[in-house]
Protein backbone atom coordinates (compact mmCIF):
# COMPACT_ATOMS: atom_id res chain seq x y z
CA UNK A 1 0.00 0.00 0.00
CA UNK A 2 1.51 3.76 -0.85
CA UNK A 3 0.31 6.36 2.03
CA UNK A 4 1.20 10.09 0.44
CA UNK A 5 1.01 13.53 2.38
CA UNK A 6 -0.78 16.23 0.69
CA UNK A 7 2.58 17.73 -0.33
CA UNK A 8 3.68 14.88 -1.89
CA UNK A 9 0.86 15.43 -4.72
CA UNK A 10 1.46 17.64 -7.90
CA UNK A 11 0.65 21.50 -7.66
CA UNK A 12 -2.52 20.73 -10.45
CA UNK A 13 -3.40 17.84 -7.70
CA UNK A 14 -3.45 19.57 -4.86
CA UNK A 15 -4.92 22.97 -6.32
CA UNK A 16 -7.83 20.41 -7.27
CA UNK A 17 -8.28 18.55 -3.80
CA UNK A 18 -8.05 22.32 -2.06
CA UNK A 19 -10.84 23.95 -4.25
CA UNK A 20 -12.97 20.48 -3.17
CA UNK A 21 -11.92 21.00 0.32
CA UNK A 22 -13.19 24.83 0.22
CA UNK A 23 -16.83 23.88 -1.33
CA UNK A 24 -16.73 20.66 1.40
CA UNK A 25 -15.89 22.97 4.08
CA UNK A 26 -18.34 25.59 2.78
CA UNK A 27 -21.41 23.43 2.73
CA UNK A 28 -20.44 22.37 6.47
CA UNK A 29 -20.10 24.71 8.44
CA UNK A 30 -20.62 27.97 5.68
CA UNK A 31 -23.13 29.51 8.07
CA UNK A 32 -21.10 29.15 11.36
CA UNK A 33 -18.03 30.86 9.36
CA UNK A 34 -20.12 33.65 8.13
CA UNK A 35 -21.25 34.31 11.74
CA UNK A 36 -17.86 34.30 12.97
CA UNK A 37 -16.52 36.71 10.43
CA UNK A 38 -19.76 39.04 10.38
CA UNK A 39 -18.77 39.28 14.80
CA UNK A 40 -15.16 39.40 14.17
CA UNK A 41 -14.56 41.51 10.90
CA UNK A 42 -12.21 38.85 9.75
CA UNK A 43 -12.43 38.04 5.53
CA UNK A 44 -14.42 34.96 4.29
CA UNK A 45 -12.66 33.79 1.95
CA UNK A 46 -9.37 33.64 3.87
CA UNK A 47 -11.40 31.76 6.58
CA UNK A 48 -13.02 29.00 4.63
CA UNK A 49 -9.22 28.82 2.67
CA UNK A 50 -7.58 27.97 6.29
CA UNK A 51 -10.46 26.08 7.13
CA UNK A 52 -10.11 23.88 3.94
CA UNK A 53 -6.26 23.90 4.37
CA UNK A 54 -7.05 22.38 7.73
CA UNK A 55 -9.66 19.90 6.00
CA UNK A 56 -7.64 18.45 4.21
CA UNK A 57 -5.36 16.58 6.18
CA UNK A 58 -8.30 14.37 7.27
CA UNK A 59 -8.84 13.22 4.14
CA UNK A 60 -7.52 10.34 3.25
CA UNK A 61 -6.27 10.00 -0.31
CA UNK A 62 -6.77 6.26 -1.97
CA UNK A 63 -4.94 5.77 -5.39
CA UNK A 64 -5.45 3.10 -7.62
CA UNK A 65 -1.79 2.84 -9.65
Given at each position: MVYLNFTDLSEEAQNR???ASKKD???KFGDS?????TENYTCF????EEE???NLYSY???FNI
Open positions: LLEVERIRKYVETMIAMRKFI
